[in-house]
């Protein structure tokens, strides 16, 4: 995706802003989990956390055309959304100790990784347009159904282009904005819809400022891995330890 770059204000390399993005994820699921909604909190929580799903994706196309084996790449990343499913439902549970609250987000970014797979390497436009339906179609099982594999999409489009790339995320937050605007109609007055359809897409936003003006496309020279392993290990360990005090909380 993005060559490395020395520019002084690019200050962010990749494990940084994955840093970040695994901070504001726990925001996000603080809110969702502990918070009321409707609150300004809870929402300010929500749209700040929204930064991480988008980098996700980002840097799983960046990461699709840079890794050394993609068999390995997709094989850890469904291995860990196995391991992270049972975390994930305990802490989404709303009541009672568990229950089926859809795939977690590892899910979905195992079906982008087919999309980029698919856009990669199937010739035939009709198979590729039929396989690309059928993994909209499967993402709807999935956290972040449907926007994900079209923001994998435009990242795969905008790849190796600055100006490709704020095109991305300005239709990112486009698209973001315009559905929560939808969802909104019939649930809030206008004026309310509208404020929170702008705040909503504050996270997507800081997303693109960070990768398109910060981002240097360099990794850490040292804890490179370190970093991998705690990116994957911090998503079901923090879905475990908020499950675990929901059903406290529930209990007294």
Known sequence: MKQAIDEPYRCFNRDVVKYIAMFTMLLNHIATIFLQSGTWLCEIFLAIGYFTAVVMIYFLVEGFYHTHSKKAYISRLFLFAVISEIPYCLAFTEKGIITFC??????????????????????????????????????????????????????????????????????????????????????????????????????????????????????????????KWFFYTFYPAHLLILGIIRIAMQMH
Do not use: E, H, Q
């Not at 937050?173 to 509208?194: E, S």
């Open 102 to 227: 859809g795939l977690n987000m590892l899910f979905t970014l195992c079906l982008c990784f087919g999309w980029i797979w698919i856009t990669d390497t199937v010739k035939s436009k009709k198979l590729k347009v039929c396989l690309a339906l059928g993994i909209i179609l499967l993402s709807v099982l999935c956290s972040w159904a449907i926007l994900a594999p079209i923001y994998t999409g435009l990242f795969v489009w905008a790849r190796n282009s600055d100006k490709k790339t704020k095109i991305a995320f300005g239709i990112a937050v486009l698209l973001f904005g315009i559905i929560n605007l939808l969802g909104g109609i019939g649930r809030f007055p206008l004026t309310t819809n509208i404020l929170y359809a702008v705040l909503a897409v504050i996270g997507i936003g800081l997303a693109g400022i960070c990768i398109v003006f910060l981002y240097n496309g360099k990794r850490m020279k040292t804890g490179r891995t370190f970093s």
